[in-house]
């Protein structure tokens, strides 16, 4: 008998390089039903069409399953915003958390950051100027910064902020131990302590920035309650910081192994649209979307059951020779339609932040490399181990 090819996230060299496991499973088994209790979807179509079907977010809908149940034994969602973020909530509760929130995150506040972006982007490249780590001194500290200023949180809480946010971010991880999901849950709740205050300040003294904003979002007579407000704004600082951080640090790798595309992003600086777009499809940050069935979906011709928890292999999805051609796993930053990657999800949660990000990505690396013209990859790189928010840790780089 043939032996079973399955999804094993937990095998060797995987966080390094997930991309030949995926491939292998796009070949044999693309809508696999997994013993430990999901599904898991690798191709881009089938991707493409789950991320628009409309499926839930809300665990609650799961149906038992004996082995996931004796792994699993809380929902992430509950550790973060007590599941009340948009991102875990369908319609009608998804619908008005994310009018509300889109109403101030618009793209006319997100351009107005670029000034303050760049500046930001030119500190940290002036302190690489004697080379060092890329993610260190800039992929890693610039995210944060923009989110937070644009928040307008008190200046004196953002390392603590940063910290937190970091332990917060482990419940977009498959967790394992215990430990772990004590310390995530003390984080929220420190977290949203310190929003709670943040947001009392910004009522008693309104400012001009996004929590002031988000105070006073309304529309037709609705606002957002206090644990709305805080569990959205804990889910921008969780959704909007290291899911960048690994854009930027994933984009800069993929740059220091293709000396040839380095080149001609040199050559032709007006190509970094397009190259972000090829960096987000070539190493996507978030690698996978979840999802649960309230009904019967078919798929492939594969009928997954009501009460499934479904994974969608998005960075799998963005390697797929079906889709893209022979040549998808190669980087070409002109590649015409890499806007088609899954990156961002699609349908009703498509990322709220994709302009922020983008615009952040494009002067991060933009501005590397025209400051640094001989960048060159100085040492090992390391990459963080995570399976989903997958991205390098450490680029040390001579410049
Ligand atoms: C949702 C990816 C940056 C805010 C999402 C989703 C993905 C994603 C895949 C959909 C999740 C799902 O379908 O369940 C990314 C990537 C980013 C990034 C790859 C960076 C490269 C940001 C930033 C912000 C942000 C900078 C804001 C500061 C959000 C929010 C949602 C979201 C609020 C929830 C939308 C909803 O549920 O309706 N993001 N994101 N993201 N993202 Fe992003």
Redesign the pocket.
Known sequence: MTEMLLFNPFMPGFTDDPYPHYRELRDADPVQEHPMGFWFVSRHDEVADL?RANLS?EQRHLAPHPVRDSIRGEGEASLRGGGLS??DRDPPD?TRL?RL?SKVFTPRAIEGLRPRITELVDEAVDRLSGGGDVVAELAFPL?FAV?NEMLGMPLADAERVRDLTGTLVRSLEPIADPDLVSRIRDADAELSALCREAIAAKRAEPADDLLTALVRAEEDGDVLDDDELVAQVV??YV??HE??V??ISNGVVALLRHPDQLRALRETPELIGNAVEEF?RYD???QS??RVTTRPVTVADREIPAGSFVLLG?ASANRDERFWGPDADTLRLDRRDARLHV???AG???????A??RM??QVAIGRLVARCPNLAQAGEIEWNGRINLRGAARVPVSV
């Open positions: 991320l977010v948009m991102l998804h994310r929130v995210p989110i889910l921008l959704a909007g899911t960048t690994n854009l987000l996507s940050p978030v979307g979840r998005q990156s961002f999800g009703p949660h498509h990322c709220l932040g994709a922020l990000a952040e990505a």
